[in-house]
C-alpha cells in the first residue's frame, strides 16, 4: 500500500506504507487507508514531528558515540529528518493556505 498525502495548496508527498504509518503513529493518528489531518491538527503534528526527530537524531548519536565501528544491519540508512521533510513542507504549506491534508480520498 502506498499513502498519497494531499492538500488543495501544495504537492502531493507519496510514501510507502511502512513510512506512511510511521509518519500518522508520530502525529497520533491511526494507519488508516483514509484520513484528515485538518488545519486546527497541523501545528501539533508538526511539532510531534519535530520532536520526535530530536529524540531519533539523539539516539542515533548516542549509538554512534558507543559503537563507532559495528555496522548497522537492521533497516535503512534515511534518517528521520530526510524521510519526513517532504511531509513537513506538506503540512506548513497547507497550514498557511488554511487546507486540510487528506490521504485515501
Not at 542515533?60 to 513537513?88: K, T, W, Y
Request: hydrophobic share 50%.
Amino acid at each position: 500500500m502506498l499513502y498519497k498525502f494531499k492538500s488543495q495548496a501544495c504537492a502531493d508527498v507519496i510514501m510507502l506504507a511502512m513510512n506512511g504509518d510511521q509518519m500518522l503513529a508520530i502525529i497520533g493518528k491511526s494507519p488508516a487507508p483514509q484520513g484528515i489531518i485538518t488545519v486546527a491538527q497541523i501545528p501539533a503534528a508538526i511539532a510531534a514531528l519535530e520532536a520526535a526527530i530530536v529524540v531519533h537524531e539523539a539516539a542515533q548519536s548516542r549509538r554512534d558515540a558507543h559503537l563507532p565501528l559495528e555496522e548497522d544491519v537492521e533497516g535503512d540508512s534515511v534518517m528521520l529528518r530526510q524521510r519526513a521533510a517532504s511531509f513537513i513542507d506538506l503540512l506548513r504549506c497547507s497550514a498557511e493556505a488554511g487546507k486540510d491534508v487528506v490521504w485515501g480520498v
